[in-house]
């Protein structure tokens, strides 16, 4: 059964709660109905998944912006969907009257294309992905090399002048990321190590050894290379499975067109920006008229790079490509906002159009200028204006990709004003209009999101410096990690089902040692029998600093989610500090306490010398966070 909160009476144009919208010209950058389709990645999301997921972070933050403007706070109409791929979902938001402008509505619904694909198979995938993994490491490096400053993000809402002193250790760690990940030194061995993983992997589903096969075969593996990275090779080189995805966006755009949309925005994400892409350029859904494209974490740079020929990459793409077309003559009122975070590798940095793409990429205060330019003189065919907006998600290479939706600062702020004026510039909205506020939000954001990376480098490095601490220490002759070891041993050996673990590994021992036999090489595989305890050591060394991290994650989790919230309202609120400060000298005491524990291990006279040092630097931070959380 559908879930809904009003059901729209059949042919019945539904109204807001606020009365219905007067009409407005098609020329008024601010539409009385705006249409949202969201257009989500490769993956194996269900349906409304991606529909609940987006619109809930849109719906908390008009909430918390209408209340702040006195208007009623919940924005909802109506919504009505279900968790099957029946009926498409549906959302009415009511935006009140403000800034001179009348009152509106938008209508949310997503382009669900997860289950029309049918996926490769393992062996297909690995051989596509071993085949092209120096070009996705190549890309990624390059677009890390070449970006810039992040101080230009606040820059980009208004916020000018030189960058502050306070950020000049926040620029010394983006650039020591920056660089560490884009060495060129680092493509080719990269590269190799995965292509070795792929064939490994591959290697041992062939294996005619019970345990080994079945552990080989963990559906989590498998899913992950086919139901994620095998959709791809699909989209890319399937001409007609990627036709019936372009069919189910044509079919969202038509759902809230006859909801009674006047306007169409197209929000994509990832692989998701190549289905809206490829949409837009086809001539079977040329009469669906978008007015905007939003593109977040975008995989078209991505898409050309694997689409041209891996043995000359960053070379043209085959003529007559799906990825090849210009979106300026085939759409000239289309406006197309690309939002990238500084360290998701799936665009690495703003979009590189290749050969047979006519795109101007102009950052964000300059768009206007560049269009009225270009529009001056339109004997000339001029390329497609691509407004580029880098934002600052969690500076991090695993979590870039999935958290523009918990940017409110960055991403939703810009998509909010973005939305509302649907035919025009986000400065013709009614939504955040003091770009002083803006860029406020966002750089205390920047330094927010530096605290959270610096203390995972802070923990990284010093759980490494430990480790190697206690390695000398073995060949000293004070082997800490070797006697943790046995310990973790035995006690693992306690646990019931713990064969399902050790029947695996040591399956792949026997392998290893027969291979190593045959080979003449049985002291190499003895000596390599003997790292088994004192690497279960160094693993349980790293797991304490790998919880210690977690947990200093979940506080900064909670500090981001209290900042976030107060600054949601037009007028934004930047509530004190001093209890994360307290939080963070806590956790400082507590990561000296877990140096001393371990590494201390290894040279202290006794153990309750070590637990006295230990205990020390944590308790003093205890006790100052405590006084500091007081003021």
């Known amino acids: 059964m559908p879930i809904t909160s009003r059901a729209p009476q059949p042919g019945v144009e539904p109204a807001t709660v606020e009365g219905e919208p007067e009409r407005r010209s098609r020329a008024d950058p601010v539409p009385p109905s705006v249409g949202v389709v969201f257009v989500h990645g490769i993956g194996t999301q269900g349906p409304s998944e991606t529909f609940l997921d987006w619109s809930g972070p ?142 490994f992997y591959s290697l041992l589903r062939r294996v005619p050894v019970g345990p080994v096969r079945d552990f080989a075969e963990l559906r989590i593996i498998d899913s992950f290379l086919v139901d994620w990275f095998g959709d791809l090779p699909v989209l890319l080189d399937d001409p007609v499975q990627a036709a019936n995805v372009r069919a189910r966006v044509a079919g969202a755009i038509d759902r809230v067109r006859e909801a009674g949309a006047d306007a169409i925005v197209l929000v994509a994400h990832s692989g998701g920006a190549i289905v809206a892409f490829e949409t837009l350029l086809d001539p079977a859904y040329a009469d669906r008229r978008i007015d905007k494209l939003v593109t977040l974490g975008q995989g078209l740079s991505l898409g050309w790079r694997l689409e041209a020929d891996p043995a000359t990459p960053n070379g043209p793409l085959p003529a007559g490509d799906r990825l090849l077309g210009d979106l300026a003559a085939a759409r000239p009122s289309l406006r197309w906002v690309d939002v990238w975070a500084s360290y998701d590798p799936a665009p690495a940095g703003p979009i590189r159009p290749v050969a047979g793409v006519p795109l101007e990429v102009v950052d964000a205060p300059d768009v206007e200028t560049v269009r009225a330019r270009l529009a001056a003189n339109p004997a000339v065919p001029h390329p497609l204006v691509v407004e580029s907006r880098p934002v600052t998600n969690r500076m991090s290479v695993l979590d870039d990709h999935g958290t523009y939706w918990q940017n409110d600062e960055g991403f939703l702020v810009p998509l909010v004003r973005h939305l509302d004026a649907a035919r025009g510039p986000a400065s013709a909205s009614r939504f955040y209009r003091d770009p002083a506020a803006r860029a406020d939000r966002i750089e205390r ?94 693993i349980l060394v790293g797991l304490l600093y790998l919880v210690l991290a977690a947990f200093g994650n979940g506080r900064w989790d909670a500090w981001d989610r209290r900042e976030r919230a107060a600054t949601r309202p037009e007028v934004p609120v930047f509530p004190s500090r001093r209890p994360a400060a307290a939080e ?8 000296g306490a877990l140096l001393l524990a371990t590494a201390g291990a290894a040279f202290a006279a006794g153990w309750p010398a070590v637990v006295v040092a230990a205990v020390a630097p944590w308790a003093v931070g205890v ?8 003021f």
Do not use: C, K
């Open 58 to 199: 849109i719906v908390d933050l008009l909430r918390a912006w209408r209340s702040g403007s006195g208007a009623p706070g919940d924005p909802v109409v109506r919504a009505t969907f279900d968790f099957s791929p029946t009926t498409a979902p549906l959302l009415e938001l009511a935006i009140p009257a403000a800034a001179d402008l009348p009152s509106s509505r938008w209508l949310i619904t997503e382009a669900w294309w997860a289950a029309d694909l049918r996926a490769p198979s393992l062996t297909t995938v690995t051989a596509y992905l071993r085949s092209r993994l120096r070009t996705l490491v190549g890309g990624i490096a390059t677009g890390y090399r070449t970006r810039e400053s992040m101080w230009q993000e606040r820059r980009r809402e208004g916020g000018g002048g030189a960058q502050p002193r306070r950020w000049a250790w926040i620029e010394r760690l983006d650039r020591l990321q920056a660089r560490a990940f884009s060495l060129g030194i680092l493509i080719a061995p990269l590269s190799a190590a995965g292509s070795l993983v792929l064939a």
């Open 445 to 538: 954001r920047r330094e927010r999101v530096a605290v959270l990376a610096a203390w995972d480098w802070l923990v990284s490095l010093t759980a490494a410096g430990t480790l190697l601490v206690l390695v000398v220490a073995a060949l000293l002759g004070r082997n800490v990690l070797e006697t943790a070891g046995v310990g973790v041993a035995g006690t693992f050996g306690i646990v019931p089902g713990h064969e399902l673990v050790t029947g695996p590994v040591d399956a792949y021992g026997g392998i290893v040692g027969g291979l190593a036999g045959a080979a003449g090489l049985s002291s190499l595989a003895s000596a390599f029998g003997g790292l088994g305890p004192p690497l279960l050591g160094a």
């Open 584 to 591: 963070a000298v806590m956790l400082l005491g507590g990561l």
């Open 623 to 630: 006790g100052l966070s405590l006084t500091a959380s007081r």
